[in-house]
């Protein structure tokens, strides 16, 4: 085989591995890759979306991966591109998503001189990636791809970040290409331990009130139906994390709600009054636990987890299974007794009707009054019944869609989890309509949230993507000044927004939109927006003084969980 | 069950092995930086196998801590082989160097072929105005010279980090072994993952 340039050499690895879509956004470093592009998306064989911020192409390619099941692919220019994707970068790895993110960089005979346009995203990269790599010779590219590649979808997934030089781009190379290599310094699927396993088994037949907390792990392996049978065969009540969602229905008669700050409140009351904790594919975030020195007292804990580092870091375990969750749970599973625990899951429905009463309810169906944010999630759960692909931003406004939306596949809610990112909404949703159409993506966004990166509604009529924005509009940022309500004496420092037209906006870009203020408007709104054929933006005036509950509050523990 | 002792600091070293990458230190010391920990002494240099290279970090605080930022050091890529020790658990050294004026070496009542005898130092150089002292020990020991040299004008003083060896028997041979098992393991389950799709 000949030689081929080196921007070819990129182009090549990524239909190696499989890719026909990638993000991005070009600039100077980066033209002899995008030149390389060229012919493969004129002959239809790479799709290019092209954001209209490097922030938001990044955001856009972790949801493509979060929906495909495939690695997400962006490719930013050196210097003010790299930096503006940065946090997409750590949005990304935060939530465990694998990504390789592609940056250029100024030519190598320039590197460290402070060149137009040069920034070194291999040293900012470190703290934020699961593996960073510089190339500057284009003989390097095709092994460093594959490592990439390789690395960023195994074991526990994350995000690689790739920065190629200027000249490793133009100069020539030969192309071989070996995927998956084996690295000795990186085995991700741990070696199973039958007697590990075993003595996993007996803990969980021994317990009387136990109680499993599903992550996000659970759907990174693939193991939803593994998980379900488990849990179903030894009849053991579930709290899923914000990450964990869809793993199983919302609705699955051991499910008991989402944990968490602002989860249910029978999982948080009741997490202290298990006697084991079977945490599957999760890391015990500070958003779950509350005050560790309070956190499950009574409880035993065990910890199935791929990622070694994770295990003994929040939570300290009694006994930990350091595996991949789908190999782990077909040695755990045949090995369970079956049971029903019956009257443990019982005791966790006089706090749903409590928490229904007192906070659901009025969440969803007021009957008067101002539009709470909850009303707009609960009747499109209705109308989509429960199978949208569900995007959030940040804030009130994700909790209330985490809380409301009754999810029934996996992976079909994305949001921003680990990093909490606002602005993170309306390119994920935009990644979720390229990634698939035959689910409707319905993103719900504050206003605040939604101006972090409203630019990428060009991306949208660009890309003719179905996209149906809700904005939950309370012109304030909610979550903050719920807080200053809570707990700075209603002193609502610089939460008020004065907002534009959103309606005006969206017939700016040619996207149909409404605005809602009167609860007699809102189905037929919502109809108007399912039944339309293309994008459509929602602009719902909602209560500003609304408070997501119940409420874990800072230092508290999961059982002083509040209902108002 | 929360089972967090609340433990006093104490001294570790820590040895990390890595492939030959560049930005290899970069990445290992960021996990220090994360958690706002102090490195006391860093050094580094090729193993007894060639492209594998040996960090001896020595740095203090809690047990809890150290297992915590050791197994983030180890879940690195390229990272082949973290560990922490106690002090009871490495033989280690460090090397300084007292670089000392002439000008006050006969005005002393003890005499500098005195102090080097006692300390087992020897002199690596002399020049014109100054001799260079060498001596090779632990911390305190290299310290305690310091301080006798002291009134004879230290022009200046280096000390490097500590060179360590662990008594513990699992030698890198063995682990590299171990770690070879682990990825051809790791690519059966990765298989079985790949075929085995719901």
Known sequence: MGKILGSQAVVKSLLEEGLDTVFGYPGGAVIPLYDSLFDYINEGKIRHVLARHEQAAAHEAQAYAQITGKVGVCIVTSGPGATNAITGIANANMDSVPMVVITGQVGSTFLGTDAFQETDVFGLSMPIAKWSCQITRPGDIADSFAKAFYIAVSGRPGVVVIEITKDALTHETEFHYKKAPVLRSYAPYPEIDQENIAAAAEMINNAK?????????????????????????????????????????????????????????????????????????????DRVTGRLSGYAKKAKVLHIEIDKSEIDKNVETDLAVHADLKTALSYLTPMLEKKSNKQWRAEFDKFYKMEYEQVIRHDTQPGEGIIQPGEPVDIISRKTKGEAIVVTDVGQNQMV???????????????????????????AAVGAAVAQSQKPVILFTGDGGFQMNEQELGTIIQEHLPVKIVILNNSVLGMVRQWQTMFNGGRHSATNLINPDFVTLAAAYGIKARKVADRAGLDPAIDEMLDLDGPYLLDIEVDKDMKVMPFIAPGSTVDEVKLC | MNKTIDEEPRQYTVTVFTEDKVGMLNRITIVFTRRHLNIDSLTTSESEIKGIFRYTIVTKCTHSLIKKVVDQIEKLTEVLRACYYEEDDVIAQEIALYKISTRNLTKRDKSMEDIIREYNARILDIEDGFIVIEKTGFKRETQKLFEQLKPYGILQFARSGRVAVTKPIEELTDYLEALAQAARTSNKIRNWKLTNVD
């Open chain 1, 401 to 427: 869609a985490a809380r409301y939306y009754k999810f029934k596949t996996p992976n079909t809610f994305l949001t921003s989890g680990g990093l909490g990112t606002m602005g993170f909404g309306l390119p």
């Open chain 1, 209 to 285: 009130r136990p109680l499993a907390l599903i992550g996000h792990g659970v759907l990174i392996a693939r193991a939803e139906k593994a998980v379900r049978e488990m849990l179903e065969k030894a009849g053991i009540p579930f709290g899923m994390t914000l990450m964990g969602l869809t793993a199983l229905p919302s609705d699955h008669p051991l499910c008991i709600g989402m944990l968490g700050m602002h989860g249910s409140y029978a999982s948080n009351k009741l997490t202290n009054e298990a006697d084991l904790i079977i945490a599957i594919g999760m890391r015990f975030s």
